[in-house]
């Protein structure tokens, strides 16, 4: 609707509808937009008043709504707090549960029996250092082997 045209006559019919609906000379079948005549009477302080049973159904739904509301946060805090449960038992009972002891040749050792001195001029610290760290990579893998299939002999 552009402000410098004069209004058409289905546009006075609508706007005579809705000035009578908001008198309350007319009917309200006689309005398309219900939502949008309520919202304008309700902003001009002349909502149309709420029928005893109305009433008592929306107080019903916000009461309801609260106790689900309430209700849904009961139940995750008591799935979360029984998850949590869960976990520390978890966590316990495999920090508590015996291991077979491991088998010698994989137990703790001296590095000397595998860069025994005295040293080459060609093997640097360096180099020691390498023998040793794949050393121990070879038995922490063969740990973790061992465990995985359920056997420590």
């Known amino acids: 609707m ?3 045209k004069p ?3 289905e546009e006075e ?3 005579a509808a809705l000035a009578e609906f908001l008198d309350g000379k007319a ?4 309005v398309a937009d219900r939502a949008a005549v309520e919202m304008v009477r ?3 302080g002349r909502a149309s008043p709420l029928g005893e049973v109305a009433a008592r159904r929306m107080a019903r739904e916000a009461v309801l709504w609260s106790l689900r509301r309430r209700a849904r946060r009961r139940f995750f805090a008591t799935a979360v707090s029984a998850i949590a449960a869960a976990a520390i038992v978890v966590v316990v009972a495999r920090a508590v549960a015996p291991r077979p002891p491991l088998p010698r040749e994989l137990s703790s050792r001296s590095a000397g029996l595998l860069v025994p001195g005295p040293f080459p001029d060609e093997q640097t610290a360096a180099k020691r250092l390498d023998l040793v760290t794949n050393d121990r990579m070879v038995a922490l893998r063969e740990i973790r082997l061992r465990r995985a299939r359920g056997k420590n002999e």
């Open 7 to 9: 209004a058409t006559p």
């Open 2 to 4: 552009d402000d410098e």
């Open 42 to 44: 309700a902003s001009a």
């Open 13 to 15: 019919r609508e706007a």
């Open 27 to 30: 009917d309200r079948a006689d």
